[in-house]
């Protein structure tokens, strides 16, 4: 088992960056392959990113390439969101989450474990 708290969430400017971040518990954080998902307000949550377990293959939302990056570090136990170029309709909770499946899931009902989320604004 394992339990995941975020943090980095806040205020952005259109154009600007955030750095979340997704601490984890436990001593078998590199057996999990990572995600981030968001939910904005009156929508389903989405796949935004996720990780393997090693780090070496990522995959993106397409409505996140090439702005978002996620990486991971296995000895801190973290996992990373990195933003940039922040658009308002980015506004959401994110979620990190954890997936005991090694094959790539962009559905959030494959992911076992689950942060408490954090709050992204984005103002224009």
């Known amino acids: 088992q394992v339990q995941l708290v975020e943090s980095g969430g806040g205020l952005a400017q259109a154009g600007g960056s955030l750095r979340l971040s997704c601490a984890a518990s436990?001593?078998?954080?590199?057996?999990?392959?990572m995600g981030w998902f968001r939910q904005a307000p009156g929508k389903e949550r989405e796949f935004v990113a996720r990780?393997?377990?090693?780090?070496?293959?990522?995959y993106y939302a397409d409505s996140v390439k090439g702005r978002f990056t996620i990486s991971r570090d296995n000895a801190k136990n973290t996992v990373y969101l990195h933003m940039n170029s922040l658009k308002p309709e980015d506004t959401a909770v994110y979620y990190c989450?954890?997936?005991?499946?090694?094959?790539?899931?962009?559905?959030?009902?494959?992911?076992?474990?689950w942060g408490q989320g954090t709050q992204v604004t984005v103002s224009s």
């Open positions: 436990g001593r078998t954080f590199s057996s999990y392959a």
């Open positions: 989450a954890a997936d005991v499946n090694p094959f790539s899931s962009q559905v959030a009902d494959e992911y076992a474990y």
């Open positions: 990780i393997s377990r090693s780090g070496v293959r990522t």
